[in-house]
């Protein structure tokens, strides 16, 4: 699917029968609803990636609700949307789409129909097991800040070093200034003003990070006192962000965003030791669960855990 959510190719995920034998209900406008939606999506402060999920995921929805009995009464009755979703449910998981799966299509269920004014389905979701948010291992991160010095590429260095190694959201980076930023030869730091919440934080920056930022900010700071890091509408979008750091990463054969760069932060910090509630208050987490969602085994862990069982026969 196009950026705008009504052309282009089939975005790809997990499919579930379009009932494609019933009769299509005239009264579901699944082009005019995505348009709409897809519009409300690129005001938001989301990702790139998850913009993509998210239309795919309703365009999914919206075609699948098409040809189903009652299919209006499901976009202006809150009984009526939550039988639908149930039933939406239950046909991905007869299709075996894994839990995880099922679990972020209905998130953008839930958010299309906060977007029409109806509010999330009362429908519950398949319980996953814990494990930590994925990030960077130290090899990755060598390799993508390689690539950006290579490229001399100021702006995504300096870009990706705030979200490595000061643990900003991608939404925090772009509403930065030139003066947010401190660099001296002795010391650093970020101030965010207007974190997740609407709360501020000052992040101290490391010397990796000073090195990593000083070039861009130096450019910037000769440009002017503006936004830190410039765009067509005056600042560089979050959109942007994603692109540049996602190309970036692309092109060194590591999967890469900007919320996998925050993680890389927070989660090399607590596995080196660092007290929770300084990795939260550093990473602007509101509750100290969030942050300890990053103490949990990753798949890497699991696997060497099993490794270490074997024996020499």
Request: aromatic share 4%; with cysteine.
């Amino acid at each position: 699917m196009s950026d705008n959510g009504v052309a282009g190719p089939v975005d790809r995920g997990p499919q579930v029968s379009d009932n494609s034998g019933d009769c299509v209900d005239p009264s579901i406008p699944v082009a005019e609803l995505l348009a709409t939606y897809a519009a409300k999506l690129d005001r938001s402060a989301i990702s790139e990636h998850t913009r993509r999920a998210y239309r795919g995921s309703v365009r999914r929805y919206l075609t699948w609700l098409q040809v189903r009995p009652n299919a209006a009464e499901a976009l202006a009755d809150p009984m009526a949307r939550d039988f639908s979703v149930r039933d939406f449910r239950r046909e991905l998981k007869d299709g075996k789409r894994a839990p995880a799966t099922v679990n972020a299509t209905l998130a953008a269920v839930d958010d299309f129909y906060r977007s029409v004014g109806l509010g999330p389905a009362d429908v519950g979701r398949d319980r996953l097991p814990a494990r930590a948010p994925r990030a960077l291992s130290d090899q990755e991160l060598r390799t993508v800040i390689r690539a950006a010095l290579q490229a001399r590429d100021d702006r995504a260095t300096a870009a990706i070093a705030l979200m490595a190694f000061a643990g900003l959201r991608v939404g925090e980076l772009v509403r930065l200034d030139v003066d947010d930023v401190t660099i001296s030869a002795r010391g650093g730091s970020v101030v965010v003003h207007r974190g997740k919440g609407d709360s501020g934080r000052l992040v101290p920056l490391g010397a990796e990070a000073r090195r990593l930022i000083s070039p861009w900010q130096s450019y910037a700071i000769a440009r002017s006192t503006g936004p830190l890091f410039p765009g067509p509408g005056g600042r560089l979008s979050t959109r942007g962000v994603d692109r540049m750091v996602v190309r970036l990463g692309a092109g060194v054969g590591v999967s890469l965003s900007p919320h996998v760069l925050r993680h890389t932060f927070v989660t090399r910090l607590v596995r080196s030791g660092v007290d929770v509630v300084l990795v939260a208050e550093l990473a602007g987490h509101g509750s100290l669960e969030t942050t300890r969602r990053y103490a949990l085994p990753t798949q890497e862990d699991r696997e060497s855990a099993v490794e270490a069982l074997g024996v020499d026969p």
